[in-house]
């Protein structure tokens, strides 16, 4: 069975600075991966995804995330954050090729400061 | 530890049987969400609900879906009769609103044949 580690819980970080949250996830296949976003009060919303082809993909709201198979990662950055990203990220996995069960990490709560 | 506990974790069944799924959410906690999962549309939410008033189920086919808590320990989600296209996997996650995220449940895997 996969498994997803996010080892921040709690990032709190100023507006205009730079993030980047990690996530690594163990499984034997491939697999995809995807990033979600819940704001404050609000239900997920789908940041950006990995299927195949560039591991470096771009999401909505500027953010975007590397996939390193090697290191078996797939961060979530964007380069300057504003008061409004204040949410919490999760990142998901689930075996590619078939609808197959996400398995998500624990996320984590992003705070922006203004 | 609290955790969000979802039944039955897998289910098969056919065209036209009616389906239940169940979610405990973590005790405490007053937001309910249910959401879809499919590899071709990603997560979607069905429905939510706060303090066990539904809030939004604009996300369910309202034809066939009917989500309920009957009380604070237990939501229901309910298709029928089911179709093949509602494979998928079914996520109850809980929270206490406003801000503080969700849990999520380890799904219901559903498949309709």
């Known amino acids: 069975a996969q498994s997803v580690s996010q080892h921040n819980h709690h990032v709190i970080l100023s507006e205009a600075a730079s993030l980047e949250l990690g996530c690594n996830y163990s499984?034997?296949?491939?697999?995809?991966l995807f990033w979600y976003v819940q704001y404050p009060g609000q239900h997920l919303q789908l940041l950006l995804k990995?299927?195949?082809?560039?591991?470096l993909v771009k999401g909505i709201k500027g953010f975007e995330a590397e996939f390193i198979k090697s290191k078996f990662s797939f961060n979530l950055r964007k380069p300057s954050v504003q008061w409004s990203d204040t949410a919490e990220y999760f990142c998901a996995v689930s075996p590619s090729g078939s609808a197959r069960q996400l398995t998500f990490g624990s996320g984590t709560q992003l705070t922006v400061l203004p | 530890d609290a955790r969000v506990t979802q039944t039955p974790r897998h289910k098969v069944t056919e065209m036209g049987q009616e389906v239940t799924m169940r979610c405990q959410p973590i005790l405490g906690h007053n937001t309910v969400f249910w959401y879809r999962q499919t590899m071709m549309q990603g997560l979607e939410l069905l429905a939510y609900f706060r303090n066990r008033a539904p809030l939004d189920d604009s996300g369910m086919p309202k034809d066939r879906f009917s989500a309920e808590m009957p009380d604070a320990t237990l939501a229901t989600l309910k298709i029928q009769p089911s179709e093949p296209r509602d494979s998928a996997v079914y996520f109850c996650?809980?929270?206490?609103?406003?801000?503080?995220?969700?849990?999520f449940g380890q799904g219901t895997r559903l498949t309709v044949v």
């Open positions: 996650a809980s929270g206490l609103a406003p801000g503080n995220g969700a849990f």
């Open positions: 990995y299927f195949s082809g560039d591991p």
């Open positions: 499984y034997g296949g491939t697999v995809n």
